[in-house]
């Protein structure tokens, strides 16, 4: 596995911010970039901070999992939104990013990933980015959001821990041409200030049907654990703002909320995307 130091400065000659990466930090370590940037939740002047690390000493996911990932092998970084205009939603969040990961990979590699309901993408049904959004109210009022994304740029398997073996990829695994972490980043902030430079001009309809068209194909075979439980079927519809919807195996229709479901891996009941059963 190749690594590098990210190169900040030439981020900083890539892009022309509005809004995202107007100001860029760049830590060897810490704990988490979503701790690092809640740290300037005060400070207005911060908005549109944008911070780096090489590594996380306790990187997070959804539900409390922990983020994998050697030093220098993937892109980790988090996005503070100050929402003095209180023009963000969950909604807009929760469809926004994604869409902007998604064509992050999609224009700085040879690969198109997918979305998987409710934050992560995936590239040949395994895992190789996902999000992590915040939201907290200031004691002024103020909605703060942080955006944390990881994305799985130069692991090769082995780096994996071996539950996530089968389950998790990165883009130098699957790329046909060498992975540049710093052009990815570049490329990322770019994609996220088009979307978070003016919130207020976000039609949330358009960006279900972007969302839509980068996600996985209703009509899909899945498993989900939910409070304890499992269950088998087939998606009848995606709602990036709120709930899965799914026809069940042993019968009746059933509502998947994002806060307490998780989707299984393809395989992990011998399912393909689009209805396939091996």
Known sequence: METGTLDIQRIREA???LRVGRTLRHLETTSSTNDE????????????LV???????????????HWHAPRGASLLCSLLLIDKAVALTPGLLAMATPIAVHDTIAAATSLTPRI???NDLQLAGRKVAGILIETRTR???TPIHIVGVGINCLQRAGHFP????????SLDMLSTEPIDRTAVAA?????LDRFFAWPEKLDQADLREQWLKRSEAVGGRVRLK??????EGTVLDLDPTAALVVQLDRGGVRLFEPSDTTVEPDDAAGMRPGGRRE
């Open 15 to 17: 892009i022309k911010p």
């Open 139 to 141: 004691a002024d009022g």
């Open 187 to 191: 490329v990322l902030l770019a994609q």
């Open 51 to 65: 911070v780096f690390t090489e590594y996380q000493t306790a990187g997070r996911g959804r539900a409390g999992r």
């Open 116 to 118: 998987k309901w409710p």
């Open 162 to 169: 071996p539950e996530l073996g089968d389950r998790a990829v």
């Open 226 to 231: 939910h409070r304890g439980k499992t269950y």
């Open 37 to 48: 940037a809640w740290r300037s939740a005060e400070d207005d002047l911060a908005d549109g």
